[in-house]
T-cell receptor, first 116, second 109 residues
Framework: DADVTQTPRNRITKTGKRIMLECSQTKGHDRMYWYRQDPGLGLRLIYYSFDVKDINKGEISDGYSVSRQAQAKFSLSLESAIPNQTALYFC???????????????FGAGSRLTVL | QKEVEQDPGPLSVPEGAIVSLNCTYSNSAFQYFMWYRQYSRKGPELLMYTYSSGNKEDGRFTAQVDKSSKYISLFIRDSQPSDSATYLCASNTGNQFYFGTGTSLTVIP
């Protein structure tokens, strides 16, 4: 099984619908992130969480909300989806530092969302 | 100005060529510099990272950082078709990660 699992992998929905993307991890990491990736814009941070009681907005949080249900689970919700939220969404995890002192991200395989 | 800038390419090379992928960054506080590889329809995976200035080699891949010019490079020797992917450079300041937009590389057999 993958270290970071995202569901669904693909979703097509209509404008105005509520959508939830889920992420679970077996890395045992405290830190979890949600990014969206758009062509030419790269990865942009939506929300991040350093533990179950810690939620922080990223650079593009408007229109999104998150829930950290447990150390291993971090879900992203679009309360009322709009077409410009069509993108590839990635969940990622990190530990504060690995054995060499580096702080690196482990990504899930992505959730492709299309809003019609 | 973005924290990390990267030429998006695309870059197309023949098999066996040496590939050079480059980024620049603006934040002097950056200390760790990472390269991620992303295959089509997959998530980015960490390829390698370096700390501060200098080189780090891993097989056919060499990562290089020049902090004086704020320049990050990834060299791929003897490139293979399996190296065809998008390569993202990144750095972080502990809590935040900053990514380049990615360079698309195609290695032609």
């Amino acid at each position: 099984d993958a270290d970071v699992t995202q569901t669904p992998r693909n979703r097509i929905t209509k404008t105005g619908k509520r959508i939830m993307l889920e992420c679970s991890q077996t890395k045992g990491h405290d830190r979890m992130y949600w990014y969206r990736q758009d062509p030419g814009l790269g990865l942009r941070l939506i929300y991040y969480s350093f533990d179950v009681k810690d939620i922080n907005k990223g650079e593009i949080s408007d229109g999104y909300s998150v829930s950290r249900q447990a150390q291993a689970k971090f879900s992203l919700s679009l309360e009322s989806a709009i077409p410009n939220q069509t993108a590839l969404y990635f969940c990622a995890t990190s530990a504060p530092r690995d054995s060499s002192g580096a702080n690196v991200l482990t990504f899930g395989a992505g959730s492709r969302l299309t809003v019609l | 100005q973005k924290e990390v800038e990267q030429d998006p390419g695309p870059l197309s090379v023949p098999e066996g060529a040496i590939v050079s992928l480059n980024c620049t960054y603006s934040n002097s506080a950056f200390q760790y510099f990472m390269w991620y590889r992303q295959y089509s329809r997959k998530g980015p995976e960490l390829l390698m990272y370096t700390y501060s200035s200098g080189n780090k080699e891993d097989g056919r891949f060499t990562a290089q950082v020049d902090k004086s010019s704020k320049y990050i490079s990834l060299f791929i020797r003897d490139s293979q078709p399996s190296d065809s992917a998008t390569y993202l450079c990144a750095s972080n300041t502990g809590n935040q990660f900053y990514f380049g937009t990615g360079t698309s590389l195609t290695v032609i057999p």
